[in-house]
Every structure is written in structure tokens, then in C-alpha cells.
């Protein structure tokens, strides 16, 4: 009789590499949900849905595309990246500024009459001809701003001057959503 000394038989390696598969699978699953459940978290914390932002359609324009979400302007033809931060944003048309502008504001911070309905608020988007100089500074735009030429204009988003609210609370979600307008001016694109 022939006695098998070759160690581990096919059917020993299948079901070892079996048994790693199935482990591997089970973790990355337990992974995938924990980072859903910690993003989900996070967004809720940070972007309570009112019934004020469910009714207010002004300026509402939010795509999702295969990159991500976007704010479309469509009255310019543009739109920009939106972050955790600015998921919820919308614009409007109330601004004081003498450039062609969009005032930028959050649902976030509807609860906030001065945020929600002041001119230039939050922030704001401009618009410009692309070569357009700024008096303040003798420089140009699209020299002192970040943001894109499209066309004959340039676009950026500048931040408001000062807080619209007094809540400590809402001025930490504030100055987040202000920091992802500011950084956004990059990605603005054509629609």
C-alpha cells in the first residue's frame, strides 16, 4: 500500500482559501458599514433637515453627478462643487455688491434670519469679465481670486465680512460651510 505523504490535498487548499475569502468578506462588510454609519453621523450632526429647507425652492438647483454634488447657477450656465459642508446650499439674487453676483447661503442656517435672507450673507459667487480689474486693489480677478475663466468671465466665491449669527453653536457650522465656499472657486464649470 502507497501511503500519501504530500501534505495538504487539493480539497485542503480550496477550503483554506475558502475560509480566507469568506473572512475577508466578512471584515471588509463589517468595515463598509462602520464608515457608513460614522458618515452618516457626521452629516446628520452637521446638516439638520428643517421643514424650512424641505419647502424653500429659491435657487435650489443641486445635481448629482458621477463626481459628486453640484451647485448649478443656472443662470450663469455654471456650477461648482458642493462638500459635506455646503450640501445643502442654495443662491439667490440678493446682493448689494455693484459686480454681477449670487448671494450663496445654507439650510443649515435658515433658523438665522440675517443668514438666511441679508445680502451676501454666508457667501457670495461673482461674476466678471475675464480680464476685469479690481479697483480696491489695481490687480486682476482672476490674479487675486481663485476661481475659473469660462467663457468671457471670470468666476469666484468670496466669504461674507462678518458672522450673520450670534449662536456659538451655528457659528462653528458657519465657519465651516465658509470654508468650503472659499475653497471651492476652483472647481467652478461650465453646466
Given at each position: 500500500?502507497?501511503?500519501n505523504d504530500s501534505g495538504f490535498g487539493v480539497i485542503g487548499v480550496l477550503i483554506v482559501v475558502m475560509v480566507i475569502v469568506i473572512?475577508?468578506?466578512?471584515g471588509w462588510r463589517v468595515m463598509a458599514s462602520q464608515d457608513n454609519k460614522n458618515s452618516n453621523a457626521s452629516d446628520t450632526a452637521t446638516f439638520p433637515e428643517s421643514s424650512a429647507s424641505k419647502n424653500d425652492t429659491t435657487g435650489d438647483?443641486?445635481?448629482t453627478t458621477t463626481s459628486g454634488k453640484y451647485l448649478e447657477i443656472k443662470e450663469w450656465g455654471v456650477k461648482f462643487s458642493l462638500t459635506?459642508?455646503?450640501a445643502d446650499a442654495y443662491y439667490d439674487?440678493?446682493?448689494t455688491s455693484s459686480l454681477d453676483s449670487m448671494s450663496l447661503r445654507s439650510h443649515s442656517l435658515d433658523s438665522e434670519p440675517k443668514c438666511k435672507s441679508d445680502p451676501q450673507s454666508v457667501a457670495t459667487i461673482f461674476r466678471v469679465a475675464k480680464d476685469a480689474t479690481d479697483p480696491s486693489t489695481g490687480k486682476k480677478y482672476n490674479v487675486t481670486q481663485g476661481g475659473q475663466t469660462i467663457g468671457n468671465y471670470f468666476y469666484?466665491?468670496?466669504?461674507a465680512q462678518s458672522y450673520c449669527t450670534d449662536n456659538t453653536e451655528l457659528q462653528t457650522t458657519l465657519q465651516g460651510i465658509l470654508i468650503a465656499f472659499n475653497v471651492a472657486?476652483?472647481?467652478i464649470q461650465k453646466i
Open positions: 500500500m502507497r501511503k473572512v475577508g468578506l466578512v438647483s443641486q445635481k459635506t459642508k455646503t439674487s440678493k446682493t469666484f466665491i468670496q466669504s472657486g476652483p472647481s
